[in-house]
Every structure is written in structure tokens, then in C-alpha cells.
């Protein structure tokens, strides 16, 4: 069974930074698409960005877009998320999730395989 595992959630001040990371035992990172959602109280999880197999294209929603980063690094099997001049509007638990079969730009939470359990980020005013 594939678990995806988050870290570097955490409490920060609004325009700080934090960088969110995403593995796995079983290499899945490595050979998938990887997307990071993120899920705020009462509201649906949504897609926030991703990028392909090779790292080769990045996709990320307009509310992101100069901020934050995704990046990967296939021989540390291990997928990243900067986020840079974050707002409280950022605050949510972010997950991240795998696709053996898309390039990253999928947008729906049923159209990818495996998920993590999620990291808590919190952005005070």
C-alpha cells in the first residue's frame, strides 16, 4: 500500500515563507505526476499546483502564481512546495498526491491515485 507522507507544515506570520516536502517508500514519487491540494475549513479540497513526471512543466492556480514553487527531485524521491509571502487566506491543510498516468495538471481529487495524510499550515495576520 502506498502512503504518501507531508511535512513542513507549521505556524507563520503572513508574508513569511515555508517549504512543504512529500515522499514515499515505495519510489511512487519518483515515476508520478504530483499535485499539491490544500483544504480549508468547511470548504472543498482544492488543486493548488503540480508538475509532471520529468519536473519539464509546472502548473499552478492564479491565487499561487509568484509565490509559490513546486519542484521535485526524482532521486530523492521526494516532491517540494516553496511558499513564499504567504497570506491567511493560505491557511489550510495541504496535501499532496500522486498520478501514474497525468502530467501534473489534473484538477479533480478522483483523478489521482495515492494521497498524503496532510500538513497543517497556518498563516497569522
Known amino acids: 500500500q502506498v502512503q504518501l507522507v507531508e511535512s513542513g507544515g507549521g505556524l507563520v506570520q503572513a508574508g513569511g515563507s515555508l517549504r512543504l516536502s512529500c515522499t514515499d517508500s515505495k519510489r511512487t514519487i519518483a515515476t508520478s505526476a504530483v499535485a499539491w491540494f490544500r483544504q480549508a475549513p468547511g470548504k472543498e479540497r482544492e488543486f493548488v499546483t503540480g508538475?509532471?513526471?520529468?519536473?519539464?512543466?509546472?502548473y499552478y492556480r492564479d491565487f499561487v502564481k509568484g509565490r509559490f514553487t513546486i519542484s521535485r527531485d526524482n532521486a530523492k524521491n521526494t516532491a517540494y512546495l516553496q511558499m513564499n509571502s504567504l497570506k491567511p487566506e493560505d491557511t489550510a491543510v495541504y496535501y499532496c498526491?500522486?498520478?501514474?498516468?497525468?502530467?501534473?495538471?489534473?484538477?479533480?481529487?478522483?483523478?489521482?491515485?495515492?494521497w498524503g495524510q496532510g500538513t497543517q499550515v497556518t498563516v497569522s495576520s
Open positions: 508538475i509532471s513526471w520529468s519536473g519539464g512543466r509546472t
Open positions: 498526491a500522486a498520478d501514474g498516468d497525468g502530467d501534473g495538471n489534473r484538477r479533480l481529487t478522483d483523478e489521482y491515485d495515492y
